[in-house]
C-alpha cells in the first residue's frame, strides 16, 4: 500500500483508485475539491501540435512522463492562485499588464498571458514552475502581488550586500532583446556568460554568434527594469536611470526579497490546500518512478 507523501514544492499525494495508476480525467484536489484534468490534456496537445513539437520528448518516455508533471504543476498553481485571488477579491484585470505596464497579450484559449518573459535571474530565483505560472496568468501575478506588497530589503542587508561584492551598482542601464532557435526572451547582460555577452558586444546587431552551446544575435536593447517584483522601478543606476546606485541596489535587492517571499508562501499554500494525484506527481518528488535527476 503506497503512503501519501509531502512532493518538493507540491502538494500532498493521494491514493491511487484501485490500488494503481492515477485517477482518471483527475488533474489533483484543491482544498479537497477535484480539479478536471482537461486544461492540461489541452496544453499538452498544443504542444503536440506546436512549431516546436519535434523538440519534445517521446510519446509515452520517462520523459514525456515528466513534462506531462511538469505542465500539470503549472495548471494547478495557476488554478491554486485563482482561488487565492478571488478570496482575497483581488483585480486579476489589472496584473493584466504585468508589472512593468505593458499590454498583455493572448494566449492560445483567448486568456491573458505576460506582456514580457522574465529575466533569467528572475526565472531561475522562482523555479520553471513558479515563473511558468507568473507569465501566464494574471491570477498568480495578483497574487505575487499582493503577497509581498510590504516586502522591503532592510538597509543591513544592503549593506551586507555592498560590503560582500564592493557594488556601487546593480544590473545595467539596458536589457538585451535576444533571438534563439528556441526563441525570443530579453535579458540583463550582466546575467549572460562572460564569453557569450563580450561576443554580443562586439557583433554587429542582428549577427548571430556562437560561444560554446549557445547560438544568439543581439537584436536590440530597451530601458533596464526591475523583473517580477521591483514594479515599474528601473534597477539602473547612474546618470542613465537617474537614481543614485544605493537605490539601485535597494531596489534590485527587493525585487529579488520578493521573489523569496513568493515562493516561500507558494510552496507553503501548495502543502495545505493541494492535494497531487498518482501519475501527476511533482516531477522533482523522488518518490515517483520517473525521477532519475540524483546529485
Do not use: K
Amino acid at each position: 500500500m503506497s503512503t501519501p507523501v509531502v512532493a518538493e514544492a507540491g502538494g500532498r499525494v493521494a491514493e491511487p483508485v484501485g490500488g494503481m495508476g492515477e485517477p482518471v480525467g483527475l488533474l489533483g484536489l484543491l482544498d479537497g475539491r477535484p480539479l478536471p484534468r482537461a486544461e492540461l490534456d489541452r496544453r499538452l496537445a498544443a504542444l503536440r501540435d506546436g512549431p516546436r513539437a519535434s523538440a519534445l520528448p517521446a510519446p509515452g518516455s520517462a520523459e514525456d512522463r515528466q513534462l506531462t508533471r511538469w505542465v500539470a504543476q503549472v495548471v494547478l498553481t495557476e488554478q491554486l492562485c485563482q482561488a487565492e485571488a478571488a478570496e482575497r477579491g483581488l483585480d486579476c484585470a489589472a496584473a493584466e499588464r504585468g508589472l512593468d505596464g505593458a499590454a498583455a497579450t493572448r494566449g492560445l484559449d483567448g486568456a491573458a498571458v505576460a506582456p514580457v518573459r522574465l529575466d533569467q535571474r528572475a526565472a531561475v530565483e522562482l523555479g520553471s514552475i513558479a515563473a511558468a505560472a507568473y507569465e501566464g496568468s494574471a491570477a498568480v501575478r495578483a497574487v505575487f502581488a499582493a503577497v509581498t506588497a510590504t516586502v522591503e530589503a532592510t538597509p543591513s542587508e544592503i549593506a551586507a550586500y555592498r560590503a560582500a561584492t564592493g557594488a556601487t551598482a546593480v544590473g545595467s542601464a539596458s536589457r538585451w532583446q535576444l533571438t534563439t532557435p528556441d526563441g525570443d526572451f530579453e535579458a540583463d547582460p550582466a546575467t549572460l556568460p562572460a564569453d557569450l555577452a563580450a561576443a554580443l558586444r562586439s557583433a554587429p546587431v542582428g549577427e548571430t554568434v556562437t560561444v560554446g552551446a549557445w547560438t544568439v544575435a543581439l537584436t536590440g536593447q530597451v530601458p533596464s527594469r526591475a523583473a517580477a517584483g521591483g514594479g515599474d522601478a528601473d534597477a539602473s543606476a547612474g546618470t542613465d536611470a537617474g537614481v543614485d546606485a544605493e537605490e539601485a541596489v535597494a531596489e534590485q535587492l527587493r525585487a529579488c526579497a520578493r521573489r523569496i517571499a513568493f515562493v516561500r508562501w507558494l510552496d507553503r499554500a501548495r502543502a495545505e490546500r493541494l492535494t497531487l494525484v498518482p501519475g501527476l506527481e511533482h516531477p522533482g518528488d523522488p518518490a515517483q518512478p520517473d525521477n532519475h535527476h540524483r546529485h
